[in-house]
């Protein structure tokens, strides 16, 4: 029952933004810590930034942390990442991710950073 369900992935130029959110469902939403990861071809899967449960905290990868944002709205039950500056390292498959003892993943969103 547990679905997570990536959206607003796409082509930009860099130095461009994007907003992505993650619509989750078939949970307690507001009882889980959430991620987003990211995987280019080639490279293993890492964490971008993550949020607490109620959204007082949150960590980012160095490579991000001044340009990403992430946030969550528990009563829309979304959680979202802003992206700005992006640059052509940032292009990605970018996945939503339940933190618990049993780990749900959405389906990955596409950014692609080229001019």
């Known amino acids: 029952q547990v679905q997570l369900v990536e959206s607003g992935g796409g082509l930009v130029q860099p130095g461009g933004s994007l907003r992505l959110s993650c619509a989750a469902s078939?949970?307690?939403?507001?009882?889980?810590?959430m991620d987003w990861y990211r995987q280019a071809p080639g490279k293993e899967r890492e964490l971008v930034a993550g949020?607490?449960?109620?959204?007082?905290?949150?960590n980012y990868a160095d490579s991000v942390k001044g340009r990403f944002t992430i946030s969550r709205d528990n009563v829309k039950n979304t959680v979202y990442l802003q992206m700005k500056s992006l640059k052509p390292e940032d292009t990605a498959v970018y996945y939503c991710?339940?933190?618990?003892?049993?780990?749900?993943w959405g389906q990955g969103t596409q950014v692609t950073v080229s001019s």
């Open positions: 991710h339940r933190n618990g003892p049993v780990d749900y």
């Open positions: 078939g949970f307690a939403f507001s009882n889980y810590a």
């Open positions: 949020v607490s449960n109620g959204g007082f905290w949150t």
